[in-house]
């Protein structure tokens, strides 16, 4: 049995001082054992949002991580640093951060080493966007994707991984993918890791759905066979995210 997460991806909103109301404001709502939760915070918001989050079930997460431990990277930070400080989880590969910031199939392979060479969890993105949609290679284009991110990874450090499942025109749109297009996706996830690895493995990694998730929409998403959770942009940093949380 998967136990479902629920994730926040606050991309980049909040100060530091905003980083804490919103803490406080969802903390005792959203702390639970019965599923696991994370709060994937900006870069400087992490170590208030770590101390905030003391004492809670609520785990801490990345938006990005650099695929080298140390050197010359202006600008990145490095999985020993967020490990450091209290991360568990890390996205990688986000649609955003494909299509600005140069993130490609490969650097999200040498992310996941990364990230589970240092005990993090990565959360890998992949989805189409509304061309690939209309042209019905949906299924190809998120195969491609897994395949590449996966190459080389073994049995042992696939199993540290999650997946989630963004459809590109359901990011901030209010236009969610309904639960069955979102399904049919996951279980195809499901299925190249079954190819990939096998059913035992497949079976045991959890896979998400993200796209503007909401409180009225979560119920029926989360019902789905292979959808084990979900991947939260703008109703995570509202109350709406305690009512996801709380889905049943
Ligand atoms: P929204 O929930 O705002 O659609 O964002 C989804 C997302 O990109 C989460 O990573």
């Known amino acids: 049995m998967r ?8 991309k980049m909103n909040k ?7 919103l803490v406080e404001l969802l903390k005792e709502k959203v702390d639970t054992e019965e599923y696991d939760v994370v709060f994937c ?8 949002v770590a101390s905030a989050l003391e004492g809670t079930h609520i785990m801490l997460g990345a938006q990005n991580v650099h695929y080298e431990d140390f050197g010359p990277y202006t600008g990145e930070i490095s999985a020993p640093m967020l ?25 999200v392979n040498q992310k996941i080493f990364q990230t589970v060479n240092h005990d993090l969890t990565p959360i890998v993105c ?3 966007d509304l061309e690939q949609r209309k042209n019905n290679i949906i299924i190809e284009q998120i195969r491609m994707q897994i395949k590449r991110a ?6 042992e450090d696939v199993s540290k991984t999650m997946f989630a499942y963004e459809p590109l025109w359901a990011i901030g749109t209010g236009m969610s993918a309904s639960p069955e297009q979102a399904q049919e996706v996951c279980h195809a996830i499901r299925q190249v890791l079954a190819e990939m690895y096998d059913h035992e493995t497949a079976n045991t990694i959890r896979i998400l759905y993200g796209g503007s998730v909401t409180g009225k929409n ?15 942009g703008g109703s995570s940093l509202k109350e709406d995210f305690a009512k996801i949380v709380g889905c049943k």
């Open 41 to 48: 915070v900006p870069f400087v918001d992490l170590i208030p």
């Open 15 to 21: 100060t530091p001082k905003e980083s804490l109301e």
């Open 150 to 155: 996966l190459k080389n990874v073994s049995f």
């Open 218 to 232: 979560c119920a029926e998403l989360f019902a789905m066979k292979d959808i084990d959770g979900g991947l939260v």
């Open 126 to 128: 992949v989805g189409e």
């Open 83 to 107: 490990k450091e400080i209290g991360c568990t989880h890390v996205i990688i590969g986000h649609s955003e951060r494909r299509a600005h910031f140069n993130e490609t199939d490969h650097t």
């Open 3 to 10: 136990k479902r997460i629920i994730v926040a991806n606050w």
